[in-house]
C-alpha cells in the first residue's frame, strides 16, 4: 500500500500516478492554463494528413475511369468512379469501431502512427493503378487501415481543458475541411503532369506512364513526414498499473480532471444524464443523436464532393462546365483559402456569440438556396463562369465546416474520457458507411442525369442538386429537439 501511496501525486484534490501519460497532461493542463500550442499543431498536421488522400482523386477519376476503359459510354463514367470513391469509406466505416476499441486500450498514438503509415504505402500504389479492380482494392485497404480521426477527435478534447475544447475541434473541422479541398487541388494541379507540363515530364518517365501518380505520391511523401513527427506525439490514454483494486481505493475518481468533475456537476444539477463507463454507448442517446445528425451531414458532403468534381470536367453538352483538371484544382485551392481565413478570423466570433449549434443551422440552411443557383452557372462564360463557381465553392466548403464543428463538440462531451475512442469509432463507421453510399449514389444519379438532359420537371443537373438540397433539409430539421439532445447548454 506504502508503495501505492508513493506512486501517486495529489494536487487541489485530483489523483495522478506517476509514469502514466494520461495523468502528465491533466497536470500539464492544471500547471498550463493557456492554449496548447503545440498540442493543436500536431492535431493540425496529423488530421491534415488523414483528410488529404480522400478526396484529392476527384479532379482526375473522370478521366481515370476513362483511361481505364471500363466504361462502355461516356455517360457511364460517373458510375464507376462512384464505386471508386465509396471504396475508402466502405473500409473505413467497416473498421473504424475497432481501431476505436484500440485507441481505447493500447492508445491513442499506435492507432495514429499506423495510419499515417498506411497514407504512405496504398496512397502511393493507388497511384500506380493500372485498371479499375487495383484501384478500388487500394482504395478499400487505404480506408480499412487508416482509422486516425476517430482517436483523433478523442485526442483533442483530451488534450486542453475545457474551455479550449472548442477551439480543438474547430482546429479538427478546420484541418479536415481545407486537406478535403487542398487535397483536390493537388490531384487537379499535379495530375497528367506529362500534358499540363512537357517541357518538364516526357510521355516515356515514370509520371508519363502513371499520369495520377504525381498527386498521390507527394501526398504520400507528406505523410511520410507526419509519421516521422509522430514519434514525438504524447499519449493522453490513462494508463495504470498494479493493484487496480488498492488503486480505486486511494482515490475515487483517478481519470476525472478538474473541470471534468464540474461539467458532471452541473448535468446532475440541470437533471441531465450523466455518462458513465458503464453505460452502453448505444442507449447513450445525446451520442447517437448527434452521430446520426452528423451523419446525414457526412452522405451530402461526400456525394456533392464527387458530383461536383464530375460536374465541373463533364462536357458542356451534357450540362458540365467542360473544365480541365487544371481547372478543378484552382477553384479548390481557393476554397481552402476561404475556408482557411473564415476559421482562422470569423469563425470564433460567430461561435462565441451563436454558438456551435446555431452556427451548424445557419449554414444548412444558407446552403440549400446556394446549391439551387448551381445548374445556372453552366449558362455563363469566361470571367463571370470563374468568379460564380469560386465564390459558391468558397461558401460551399465554409457552410460545410461551420455544420460539423458543433456536431464534433456534442459527440465528445456525450461521454467520458474512457469512452471515447469507441464512441468515436461509432461515429467514424456510422459516418464511413455513409460516405460509402455518397459517392456511389452521387455517382449514379450524375449519370443518371447525363442521360436525361431534357427531362420536363427538374431536368439534368437541376434533379442533382434537388436531391442534394434535400439531403440537407433532412439533416437540418434533425437539428433541432426533441430529436437531437443537447447535453450541454452552451452548445446551443
Known sequence: MADITEALLKKNGVCYYDNCPGCKIDQLKDSNPGVPF???????????????????????????????????????????????????????????????????????KPVIMIGTITVVIFNTLFGLSTNFWMAVSTRFLLGSLCGILGPMRAYASEVCRKEYQALGMSIISTSWGIGLVIGPAIGGFLAQPAEKY?????????????????????????????????????????????????????????????????????????????????????????????????????????????????????????????????????????SGFGLLLFQLFLYPLVERFLGAITVSRIGAVLTIPLLSSYPYAAMLSGFCLSLAVNCASVLKNVFSVSITTGLFLLQNRAVSQEQRGAANGISMSAMSLFKAIGPAAGGSLFS?????????????????????????????????????????????
Open 198 to 334: 512537357p517541357n518538364i515530364f516526357s510521355k516515356e518517365s515514370l509520371f508519363g506512364r502513371f499520369p495520377y501518380f504525381l498527386p498521390c505520391l507527394l501526398i504520400s511523401l507528406f505523410a511520410l513526414v507526419v509519421s516521422v513527427v509522430c514519434c514525438w506525439l504524447p499519449e493522453t490514454l490513462h494508463i495504470h498499473n498494479g493493484n487496480k483494486k488498492e488503486q480505486d481505493g486511494s482515490c475515487d475518481e483517478l481519470e476525472v480532471t478538474a473541470y471534468e468533475s464540474v461539467a458532471l456537476d452541473k448535468m446532475k444539477n440541470s437533471g441531465g444524464r450523466v455518462p458513465t463507463s458503464r453505460q452502453s454507448l448505444l442507449k447513450n442517446w445525446p451520442l447517437m443523436s448527434s452521430i446520426m445528425v452528423y451523419c446525414v451531414f457526412q452522405l451530402h458532403d461526400m456525394a456533392y464532393t464527387e458530383i461536383f468534381s464530375l460536374w465541373a470536367v463533364s462536357p458542356r453538352k451534357n450540362g458540365g462546365l467542360s473544365y480541365t483538371t487544371a481547372d478543378v484544382g484552382e477553384v479548390l485551392a481557393i
Open 38 to 108: 503545440k498540442h493543436f499543431c500536431f492535431l493540425w498536421i496529423v488530421v491534415l494528413c488523414a483528410a488529404l488522400p480522400i478526396s484529392s482523386l476527384f479532379p482526375f477519376l473522370y478521366f481515370m475511369i476513362k483511361d481505364f476503359h471500363i466504361a462502355k459510354r461516356e455517360e457511364d463514367i460517373g458510375y464507376y468512379a462512384g464505386y471508386v470513391g465509396s471504396s475508402f469509406m466502405l473500409g473505413r466505416a467497416l473498421t473504424s469501431v475497432i481501431w476505436g476499441m484500440v485507441a481505447d486500450r493500447y492508445g491513442r
Open 448 to 492: 443518371w442525369a447525363q442521360r436525361h438532359q431534357n427531362a420536363h420537371l427538374f431536368p439534368g443537373d437541376h434533379m442533382v442538386f434537388f436531391i442534394l438540397n434535400l439531403i440537407e433539409l433532412i439533416g437540418l430539421l434533425m437539428t433541432f429537439k426533441p430529436f437531437l439532445a443537447l447535453p450541454d447548454d452552451n452548445l446551443s
